[in-house]
């Protein structure tokens, strides 16, 4: 038997295959340009927490304890974890070695970029580790496999199957949900469309709605209707209850026959072509826009570009967790570099040898669920295939797997220009659909929200659009994510937001000044938009107009086009 102050030799599990890759990363820490006195400190708490590890899973072998403290970590928080002595310890030991590589690499000397992408890159190794994820390993997985005498196995390589089909893996039950059925069901009207976009109005549900139109501009990279999941959560169908005529761009889901299209054409024949449309539709000379995340960004420039032409078509505009400034790109800096946006740009983009092509959309779903590999990706590994779980309903997941591609040109020009090069915030520097673009030129009031736990906009780079543009400028901050944050409807008495009337010079200045408030920021928002929407007519009793006609019942076709 092993001495009681002894360590355990390498036994083929994933923990002492982990283990023995840290003990490996000790050895050539000098290659990392580790500090010695780190890698010494480093190494001192690794082997004495080793020991102590190794000792208690024995004196926990000795006693056989029914039950034993939380691991501390909610991948190991099932009773089947603390209850298996041998379990516990390969959990524990998991979680030594996850703690003493993240520690190397916060050590690691160099470019901050690539800090960063060490960290990254051992992040996604130390959760693609976990035995938790490894069904020999998982002794919950392993009861649950006796109890249902290998139903849950069976279940669960049916699932894997399934998904492997489908090409990602599944977050919610996909057979619940269906577009236009039980997600994206405001009613509305197509009332046109082009090769890029179908336009839809929302019928009225109120007898008098404000006299100056709204239209929404969602991303690209998505489909539009996270602004319209269910009636509960959609901020569409809010902003038709408070009283506005509501219109929305469907971006079409580009196939290969669309596969030469740049940023100049989404500008061009995508916001700009949806003002003039909805302008014509209403007959109001102004209206009040929204442009949430990348569609902020494409509704920004539209507008600066319509302004450079002396246009001012725009009343108000709302922007929703947008990047203007790319100075902070949060994580997905990690991914940007000239050598990089070069490949990109030699295979997919414009002067692609074999031409221009297309990023796929599921591309960019998995990029982003590797974000936040534990809740989006190893999670349902485990419930899906392990454990022979089916996911529960979930409206907002549903859409995050339905996506979207991308035209080649389009992309590489906005991820050169925008995320690398950061030039949208330098007046000049950018032309577009033939004109200089200069944010400063949009001089209207506009309202800028971030969320504060947002890891693909973080709100300081939301909060940095404000100098960039004049006239009135509001910022609210609300709770939670990218997503969560926004979608946040006031029924539910949810999370919170901070106010701040002055918009400083700085994010850190504004949130020193800033009050935290219950709830929902979607009743100041609502409040604000009333203010710039004019007086209350009589709602339209048809959609559209003489010109353009009904096409045909929202949601419309381009929204059920799969990647």
Same mark, same amino acid.
């Given at each position: 038997?092993?001495?009681?102050?002894?360590?355990?030799?390498?036994?083929?599990?994933?923990?002492?295959? *982990?283990?023995?890759?840290?003990?490996?990363?000790?050895?050539?820490?000098?290659?990392?340009?580790?500090?010695?006195?780190?890698?010494?400190?480093?190494?001192?708490?690794?082997?004495?927490?080793?020991?102590?590890?190794?000792?208690?899973?024995?004196? %926990?072998?000795?006693?056989?304890?029914?039950?034993?403290?939380?691991?501390?970590?909610?991948?190991?928080?099932?009773? &089947?974890?603390?209850?298996?002595?041998?379990?516990?310890?390969?959990?524990?030991?998991?979680?030594?070695?996850?703690?003493?590589?993240?520690?190397?690499?916060?050590?690691?000397? +160099? #470019?901050?970029?690539?800090?960063?992408?060490?960290?990254?890159?051992?992040?996604?190794?130390?959760?693609?580790?976990?035995?938790?994820?490894?069904?020999? *390993?998982?002794?919950?997985?392993?009861?649950?496999?006796?109890?249902?005498? +290998?139903?849950?196995?069976?279940?669960?390589?049916?699932?894997?199957?399934?998904?492997?089909?489908? $090409?990602?893996?599944?977050?919610?039950?996909?057979?619940? *949900?269906?577009?236009?059925?039980?997600?994206?069901?405001?009613?509305?009207?197509?009332?046109?469309?082009?090769?890029?976009?179908?336009?839809?109005?929302?019928?009225?549900?109120?007898?008098?709605?404000?006299?100056?139109?709204?239209?929404?501009?969602?991303?690209?990279?998505?489909?539009?209707?996270?602004?319209?999941?269910?009636?509960?959560?959609?901020?569409?169908?809010?902003?038709?209850?408070?009283?506005?005529?509501?219109?929305?761009?469907?971006?079409?889901?580009?196939?290969?026959?669309?596969?030469?299209?740049?940023?100049?054409?989404?500008?061009?024949?995508?916001?700009?072509?949806?003002?003039?449309?909805?302008?014509?539709?209403?007959?109001?000379?102004? =209206?009040?826009?929204?442009?949430?995340?990348?569609?902020?960004?494409?509704?920004?420039?539209?507008?600066?570009?319509?302004?450079?032409?002396?246009?001012?078509?725009?009343?108000?505009?709302?922007?929703?967790?947008?990047?203007?400034?790319?100075? #902070?790109?949060?994580?997905?800096?990690?991914?940007?570099?000239?050598?990089?946006?070069?490949?990109?740009?030699?295979?997919?983009?414009?002067?692609?040898?074999?031409?221009?092509?297309?990023?796929?959309?599921?591309?960019?779903?998995?990029?982003?669920?590797?974000? %936040?590999?534990?809740?989006?990706?190893?999670?349902?590994?485990?419930?899906?295939?392990?454990?022979?779980?089916?996911?529960?309903?979930? #409206?907002?997941?549903?859409?995050?797997?339905?996506?979207?591609?991308?035209? +080649?040109?389009?992309?590489?020009?906005?991820?050169?220009?925008?995320?690398?090069?950061?030039?949208?915030?330098?007046?000049?520097?950018?032309?577009?659909?033939?004109?200089?673009? &200069?944010?400063?030129?949009? #001089?209207?009031?506009?309202?800028?929200? $971030?969320?504060?736990?947002?890891?693909?906009?973080?709100?300081?780079?939301?909060?940095?659009?404000?100098?960039?543009?004049?006239?009135?400028?509001?910022?609210?901050?609300?709770?939670?994510?990218?997503?969560?944050?926004? =979608?946040?409807?006031?029924?539910? $008495?949810?999370?919170?937001?901070?106010?701040?009337?002055?918009?400083?010079?700085?994010? &850190?200045?504004? *949130?020193? $000044?800033?009050?935290?408030?219950?709830?929902?920021?979607?009743?100041?928002?609502? %409040?604000?938009?009333?203010?710039?929407?004019?007086?209350?007519?009589?709602?339209?009793?048809?959609? +559209?107009?003489?010109?353009?006609?009904?096409?045909?019942?929202?949601?419309?076709?381009?929204?059920?086009?799969?990647?």
């Amino acid at each position: 038997m092993t001495s009681k102050r002894s360590l355990p030799a390498a036994d083929g599990t994933p923990a002492a295959a *982990f283990g023995a890759a840290v003990g490996e990363l000790l050895k050539s820490a000098a290659s990392l340009r580790v500090p010695q006195e780190a890698l010494a400190a480093i190494q001192g708490d690794y082997l004495k927490a080793a020991s102590d590890l190794w000792n208690e899973a024995l004196q %926990r072998a000795a006693q056989e304890a029914a039950a034993q403290p939380s691991l501390g970590d909610r991948r190991f928080s099932a009773e &089947d974890w603390a209850k298996n002595p041998g379990a516990a310890y390969v959990a524990q030991m998991y979680l030594l070695n996850a703690r003493t590589l993240q520690r190397m690499a916060d050590s690691v000397q +160099g #470019d901050a970029k690539a800090r960063e992408r060490v960290r990254f890159a051992v992040q996604q190794w130390v959760e693609a580790a976990s035995p938790s994820n490894y069904l020999a *390993f998982n002794p919950e997985a392993l009861r649950k496999a006796l109890e249902s005498q +290998g139903q849950s196995i069976a279940t669960g390589v049916r699932q894997l199957v399934e998904d492997l089909a489908k $090409g990602h893996v599944s977050q919610t039950d996909e057979t619940l *949900f269906e577009v236009g059925r039980n997600v994206a069901t405001t009613e509305g009207t197509v009332v046109f469309e082009n090769e890029l976009f179908q336009l839809i109005e929302y019928r009225p549900l109120t007898a008098t709605v404000h006299q100056r139109p709204m239209l929404f501009v969602p991303p690209c990279i998505n489909k539009y209707y996270i602004l319209d999941l269910q009636p509960e959560n959609s901020v569409i169908r809010y902003t038709v209850e408070q009283g506005h005529r509501c219109f929305v761009i469907s971006w079409r889901n580009p196939d290969a026959s669309l596969r030469n299209l740049g940023w100049d054409d989404y500008i061009e024949r995508g916001p700009i072509e949806a003002i003039r449309v909805v302008r014509e539709i209403t007959r109001s000379e102004t =209206i009040n826009t929204l442009g949430f995340c990348v569609g902020g960004t494409i509704l920004s420039t539209a507008l600066a570009v319509l302004a450079a032409r002396g246009e001012r078509p725009a009343q108000s505009m709302t922007l929703l967790t947008t990047l203007l400034d790319f100075s #902070d790109t949060g994580v997905l800096d990690l991914f940007v570099d000239e050598a990089g946006v070069q490949w990109r740009e030699m295979t997919i983009g414009a002067d692609a040898p074999g031409g221009p092509g297309l990023l796929k959309g599921q591309e960019l779903a998995t990029t982003f669920s590797f974000l %936040r590999p534990n809740d989006l990706v190893w999670n349902y590994v485990v419930a899906n295939y392990l454990k022979g779980e089916t996911p529960p309903p979930f #409206d907002l997941l549903y859409w995050n797997s339905d996506s979207t591609n991308l035209p +080649g040109p389009m992309y590489c020009w906005y991820l050169r220009h925008m995320y690398l090069q950061n030039e949208l915030k330098q007046p000049g520097a950018l032309i577009v659909c033939g004109e200089k673009v &200069d944010l400063g030129t949009i #001089d209207l009031p506009t309202f800028v929200y $971030g969320s504060r736990e947002d890891h693909i906009v973080p709100w300081k780079a939301a909060y940095a659009s404000v100098p960039l543009l004049s006239g009135d400028r509001t910022f609210v901050l609300g709770a939670s994510g990218h997503i969560a944050g926004v =979608i946040n409807p006031p029924a539910k $008495g949810k999370r919170s937001h901070w106010l701040n009337a002055a918009t400083p010079a700085t994010a &850190d200045e504004w *949130f020193a $000044g800033a009050t935290e408030h219950p709830g929902s920021w979607w009743p100041v928002w609502s %409040r604000w938009l009333a203010g710039h929407a004019g007086r209350k007519v009589a709602a339209p009793k048809t959609p +559209g107009s003489r010109r353009h006609k009904a096409l045909e019942p929202a949601p419309g076709r381009y929204v059920k086009a799969k990647a």
